[in-house]
């Protein structure tokens, strides 16, 4: 496949030649609706939407409960130093192309991705090297507890040898998993075929198509409609109406994330613990999990949900006098309200800008609520609703002030590879903290990846999630619920909490 042939899929879009004659129609095609755009073949870039569409599969996998589990690996043993790590490498898989999977595949797949943007460079990894066809040892230069779930990382796909081209480049996206590309139109359309050459369950749906649905409007008329079969990200107004149709099913799911809100510490008005505090507790989280969310008990101040209860601390929410304790927070720190209601100090009113971002409908209307609970306690507060790329950006550049974000902390099994990047960098990450250091939280993260331990390992992790949860240099406001809507017309639909896989090889159409 040339680079001229790249062009034209990014640009118009591809078909490429399944196992057999039949075509995608209405009646043999799963249609699925969800926010996410794609621009690449590289699963370093878009691998989240290739492994929810099972194309792509890693050498291991992890279960609804974000333990490991065998995948391309069927084995796996770790020294007792921690240090050598040996996968035995499932026999019999097909790639896409027909060819099948060695260890030396394995090894081209892992050293390309160690060369791309991802959690795998952050490993300490000496080398990689296949023992014979069916095994591969990855030794590392100090123990790194984490790095079974960054394997599991989308990132880390092993593809067919054939699929790169002599600089690491994805010319092709052939992979070993239950449906194989069929169409690739990005930004916005995908088309998979089911693989009859599978190792595992193999699929019985023949073709599952992905349509990028950005508004949260458009989705529903998609799932009212009957367009989609499967509407992820629903906007929680819409429910109510959904659930009156004969024809959907509706399910609320759990997920490792949380809505939370991402501050710049060094902003004049947020340096001072108390400051942020005191916004934290103006917040009516119990009235937005309810009211705007439609998910009662979802009220966090927490970043980490129950379900990852290493790093889950056995506290109280908070559910009352929030508004009075934020209003003598401020006042302590020498604010007073002016003649428009606004808090206001040598001259200066306390403002701030919130930006959120479209692709998940609920992020405007709670940016709207905590908007109005910050005005009550006279904070001048403004909501700019733009790209979720405007967050990383702001950060970069120093400009943003607080953004509300869902924030993902199970896209790779252990978070502790997420917290390394949120709040073991100096300054934060770009989806966590921003200018605000803790060196206790440092040595503890760096300790952690090298804990094999289990109750030190709780020990230290706790440590961690008190201090941001003293320090708040994020405020955590509800857990996340995924809402989506599925036609009668699909039987086994169920949901993956660590949203890897649609499980589309579990689901059969209804004719």
């Known amino acids: 496949m040339t680079r001229l042939f790249i062009v034209l899929i990014s640009v118009f879009g591809v078909m490429f030649s399944g196992q057999s004659m039949a075509k995608p129609t209405p009646e043999n095609t799963l249609s699925i609706s969800a926010a ?15 492994s929810r569409m099972q ?4 050498l291991l996998d992890v279960d609804e409960k974000g333990a490991l589990m065998p995948a391309l690996a069927s084995h796996w043993a770790i020294s007792n130093d921690a240090k050598t790590w040996t996968f035995d490498i499932r026999q019999g898989v097909h790639f896409h192309d027909g060819s099948l999977l060695d260890a030396a595949a394995v090894v081209k797949s892992l050293k390309i991705a160690l060369q791309k943007h991802g959690a795998l460079r952050k490993a300490p990894i000496e080398q990689i090297e296949a023992l014979g066809d069916h095994q591969v040892v990855i030794r590392l230069s ?6 079974g779930a960054v394997l599991a990382n989308y990132a880390n796909a092993i593809l067919s040898p054939s699929a790169y081209a002599k600089d690491g480049e994805v010319l092709a996206l052939s992979s070993t998993g239950p449906y194989q590309l069929y169409q690739f139109s990005p930004p916005h359309k995908l088309v998979v075929e089911k693989f009859d050459d599978y190792w595992g369950k193999k699929a019985s749906i023949p073709y599952a198509s992905y349509l990028t649905g950005h508004r949260a409007e458009s989705r529903v008329l998609q799932a009212r409609s009957g367009q989609a079969d499967i509407v992820f990200g629903l906007d929680p107004a819409s429910l109510p109406i959904l659930k009156r149709l004969p024809n959907l099913t509706l399910h609320s799911n759990a997920i490792p994330r949380t809505i939370v809100i991402k501050l710049n510490s060094e902003y004049p008005f947020l340096k001072d613990i108390r400051a942020r505090q005191a916004l934290s507790d103006a917040i009516n989280r119990v009235g937005i999990a309810r009211g705007v969310l439609r998910t009662p008990g979802a009220e966090t101040e927490q970043i980490m949900p129950t379900s990852m209860s290493n790093w889950h601390l056995n506290v109280p929410n908070k559910v009352s006098g929030g508004k009075a304790k934020a209003e003598a927070l401020l006042a302590e720190l020498g604010w007073q309200k002016n003649k428009d209601g606004y808090l206001e100090k040598q001259g200066e009113v306390f403002t701030v800008r919130l930006i959120t971002y479209a692709d998940r409908p609920e992020l405007t209307t709670v940016a709207t609520a905590i908007q109005a609970q910050w005005e009550a306690i006279g904070v001048k507060t403004k909501v700019d609703v733009t790209n979720s790329s ?5 950060h970069q550049d120093g400009s943003l002030q607080a953004a509300l974000i869902a924030r993902n902390y199970g896209f790779i099994a252990d978070p502790l590879a997420v917290l390394l990047a949120d709040y073991g960098q100096n300054g934060g990450g770009e989806w966590g903290a921003m200018n605000w250091h803790n060196d206790a939280i440092s040595r503890l993260l760096s300790e952690l990846e090298q804990t094999t331990d289990a109750q030190t390992y709780r020990q230290k992790a706790q440590q961690v999630a008190q201090y941001i949860y003293n320090e708040r240099p994020v405020i955590p406001v509800t857990s996340y619920v995924q809402q989506t809507s599925v036609s009668k017309r699909v039987k086994g639909f169920h949901f993956d909490p660590f949203e890897r896989r ?4 579990e689901m059969e159409l209804i004719r």
């Not at 194309?55 to 890693?58: G, V």
């Not at 405007?390 to 702001?394: D, K, R, S, T, Y």
């Not at 649609?502 to 090889?505: A, E, I, V």
Request: hydrophobic share 45%; no cysteine.
């Open 390 to 394: 405007a967050i990383p950006m702001g």
């Open 502 to 505: 649609f499980l589309l090889n």
């Open 142 to 147: 100090s123990p790194y507890v984490v790095l």
């Open 55 to 58: 194309i792509i599969e890693t």
């Open 36 to 50: 996410f755009e794609f621009t690449s073949l590289d699963p370093s870039k878009n691998g989240y939407i290739f």
